[in-house]
């Protein structure tokens, strides 16, 4: 039976064992953020175990030169990476002229919390030193999600004797690396800093870009909760900039040390106000004091929670899982900024680079979709909208033309940044993805006008890049796609992968369908669109003859799609026959041998049933999931989420609980370990999906919402709110009946268990 590494908790992460050598796991899960900056859940002191110091800004990335052993006509010439800060963090701490490390000290008891439903964490320590001098530290810090530049430390220290000499250095340190970089540089450099008695600013700029940052503090201190004035020195580093403060304590004296800081980014603001608004933030924030600064944070947590909360009765193991899940996702993402988008790692490692994958459109816009308002997920398909100049240069850069537009694996601005051939070039099927999530989101909101202006150019474009890949069999008589990677990164340079060509006949069927709707709906506009995409009959006709005569490989004997041109010639050994001492394989085996296997990493033909359910009966989705879960290993984030939603329509609903805990634990327990990394961001929309796309079996289409509701044995019954159509509901789900209530909006009329009703207020 496995065990939970954390106490199981309804609303809180807490670790109450102390290991030095598994921190680093721990920064992870400890991480904090509010959307536009974040950091790992490092310690303030010193700690000299391995750690990974992590302090980030959504948006602010350095081009970190491609590393590769040959170069091809159209390869990246960079990876953009977002950049590790200067970290304002750090509080170093001596003691008697010792300096303060937990590595380094005996610890007595040790609790650390992550307040899931206020924002917060706190940790508690009780140690000795290497004097046996016994010290009590409390630590409790947030991301503050109004105050979006600012973080909050309330740093305590108590000693049990009398002449305890205290030496505090609240600081930045500057020597700070990222851990990413493919050529061991520097991305920043420091362009001026000032320390100056309780303040502490370092001005960076970002290498290779027009990216300025400043990173700040501001302190002060308290003696048993009185504010003192202190005297402050300098030091002499060229790595810590702030100045040190000295106190004398005696028996159960408690000094306090209030820090706040954080960064301001050219992004956002004026480089020459970047001093300016240091001042005027963190003075006000020292003036508003810990205890209101918290509660102002608790409240607008709550906001969030009323919208994105799934509450689930019964199963504590699940309830802690899945509002870890959102916690996170909101604490990377917000939707307050239009101009920034998901990293797969969020703000708790950089892996990845924290740039954008099809992941955001294929995993995390449902989720934004559903519980936020309906501007969010169009800021994100307006990203890519407002990218795809640049998507029609990365499919120019492999010789595609015509106005075919292929968006990036990787990006943050639209140039393809990834650094691996069969993954940058190979691994096609992310145009879909961009699609799918423009038809979620016209399903969910009527916004047609997105469609007419912005969506159908996207559509148009994604099109042509199919009509440009595809080539004619003579041999087959079909249209085939060759040389791909689908979601299956465990197969390279394949041929007719069935995802990839099918993803491309449906794309072009539903562009032309679009195209349809929109010419029925307004005959004008339909004529422009044609008109300005130089659009003509012959090209859709074109069109028309790839979705009739496309490749889709298929077995009559196992009544399977079959994944790609010779997959059924593989050794098919079940994943359960591997030793358990080799899993993961991606960390146990040679890559040539991964690649001869039959082992799938992520849910690769069955993405394509969960994308494309309704052009399949469940007797043919029972048969492709029946042979392709057994080979599946699940070494990509992204494919429990999916296992388990299918799963559910096949009404498996114990298989599919079991996929929904793998998918949402997958970094509280670390099926992969490798939480050390970093936290699979983007898959935690996936379990968001397991559960309402999933249990609740909730979908939107010919224009109305249906839901087909299921339950898990052990769940007494589960419950969140949607944003559909301009409607907000609550859904209510138990063993014995579902409740829908209209919270918001008119009367809607829905398909609730093959059944049709009518929701008002």
């Known amino acids: 039976m496995l065990k939970h590494k954390y106490v199981l908790d309804p609303w809180s992460i807490i670790e109450n064992q102390y290991d030095s050598s598994n921190m680093i796991d721990s920064e992870s899960i400890f991480s904090l953020g509010n959307g536009k900056i974040g950091q790992r859940g490092n310690f303030e002191e010193d700690f000299s175990n391995n750690q990974t110091i992590g302090n980030y800004i959504s948006g602010i990335y350095y081009r970190d030169k491609t590393k590769v ?32 490390d937990l590595n380094k000290c005996e610890v007595l008891s040790y609790n650390r919390e992550l307040n899931m439903k206020e924002g917060w964490c706190e940790r508690k320590v009780l140690l000795k030193n290497d004097k046996s001098e016994k010290i009590e530290i409390q630590s409790k810090k947030f991301i503050s999600i109004k105050r979006e530049n600012l973080g909050v430390i309330n740093y305590k220290i108590k000693v049990f004797e009398n002449n305890v000499k205290v030496e505090v250095l609240p600081c930045i340190d500057v020597n700070i690396r990222n851990n990413d970089s493919n050529w061991n540089e520097p991305f920043l450099e420091t362009i001026e800093s000032l320390s100056k008695n309780n303040l502490g600013i370092v001005k960076s700029n970002i290498i290779n870009s027009n990216f300025e940052i400043s990173t700040f503090f501001k302190t002060e201190y308290l003696i048993n909760n009185k504010k003192i004035n ?8 060229k790595h ?7 106190f004398l304590l005696n028996t159960d004296d408690e000094l306090t040390i209030f820090k ?5 980014n050219s992004n956002d603001s004026n480089k020459n106000e970047f001093n300016n608004i240091i001042e005027k933030e963190s003075e006000n924030a020292l003036k508003t004091g810990f205890n209101e600064l918290c509660k102002e944070n608790i409240d607008e947590w709550s906001k969030v929670w009323e919208h994105s909360d799934v509450i689930i009765e019964g199963d504590i193991k699940s309830q802690q899982a899945i509002r870890f899940n959102i916690f996170h996702l909101n604490q990377t993402f917000n939707g307050n900024d ?25 995993f995390c816009v449902p989720f934004y979709l559903g519980t936020k308002h309906s501007s ?28 075919a537009a292929l968006y990036p694996m990787v990006t943050v601005n639209g140039e393809e940044c990834h650094n691996e051939w069969e ?34 150019k996207i559509l148009i474009a994604i099109s042509r890049f199919w009509k440009e890949r595809v080539n004619y069999s003579k041999v087959l008589n079909k249209y085939v796609i060759l040389g791909v990677t689908g979601p299956n990164e465990y197969e390279n340079n394949v041929d007719n992968n069935w995802y990839t060509n099918y ?44 979705i009739k005569n496309i490749h889709l490989p298929y077995s009559k004997d196992l009544n399977i799609f079959i994944q790609n041109d010779g997959f059924l010639n593989k050794d098919l050994q079940p994943a359960n026959k591997i030793p358990h001492n080799q899993r993961p394989i991606n960390q146990n085996w040679s890559w040539d041998r991964i690649l001869r296997s039959p082992y799938i990493k992520q849910a690769d033909v069955l993405q394509g049933f969960y994308f494309f359910e309704d052009h399949f009966t469940k007797k043919e989705l029972q048969s492709n999931f029946d042979f392709y879960e057994q080979f599946t290993v699940h070494e990509s984030s992204l494919s429990a989420c999916v296992h388990s939603v299918l799963a559910s329509s096949i009404n498996d609903i114990e298989k599919a609980y079991e996929y929904f805990v793998r998918a949402s634990r997958l970094d509280l327990d670390d099926y992969n370990k490798e939480i050390k990394q970093g936290l699979h961001i983007t898959s935690m929309g996936g379990s968001w999906m397991s559960i309402v796309e999933g249990f609740a079996g909730v979908r939107v289409s010919n224009g109305k919402l249906s839901l087909n509701t299921k339950i898990p044995n052990n769940w007494e019954s589960y419950s969140f709110k949607l944003n559909v159509k301009n409607r907000k509901l609550s859904v209510l789900i138990t063993k014995q009946e579902t409740k829908i209530k209209l919270l918001q909006g008119k009367e809607i009329d829905i398909i609730l268990n093959n059944t049709e009703i009518t929701i008002n207020q």
């Open 260 to 264: 706040v800081g954080g960064y301001v």
């Open 503 to 546: 993803s491309a006949k449906w794309c072009l069927d539903y562009t032309i369908n679009q195209l349809s709707e929109i010419g029925n709906r307004n005959v004008k506009k339909h004529e422009s669109i044609i008109k300005e995409n130089n659009l003509n009959n012959k090209e859709i006709s074109n069109w028309k003859k790839i």
């Open 423 to 456: 993954i940058t070039f190979e691994e096609i099927h992310r145009n879909a993805a961009i699609a799918q999530a423009i038809k979620k989101y016209i399903n969910f909101t009527n916004d047609h006008n997105f469609l007419d202006d912005e969506g159908i």
């Open 230 to 237: 202190s005297s402050y020195s300098q030091i002499e580093s």
């Open 240 to 246: 810590l900039i702030g100045c040190k403060s000295k």
């Open 69 to 100: 052993g040959w170069w091809k006509k159209g390869y990246p010439e960079y990876f953009a990476k977002m950049v590790n800060c200067p970290n304002w963090n750090k509080i170093r701490i001596s003691i008697n002229n010792t300096l303060l």
């Open 376 to 403: 969010v997920a169009k800021n994100l398909l307006n990203q890519r909208y407002n990218q795809l100049d640049n998507a029609i240069k990365n499919a120019k850069n492999i010789g595609l033309n015509h106005g």
């Open 338 to 362: 239009p101009k920034l988008n998901i990293g797969p790692k969020g703000f708790t490692g950089e892996k990845y680079g924290g740039v954008t994958y099809w992941d955001t459109e294929a």
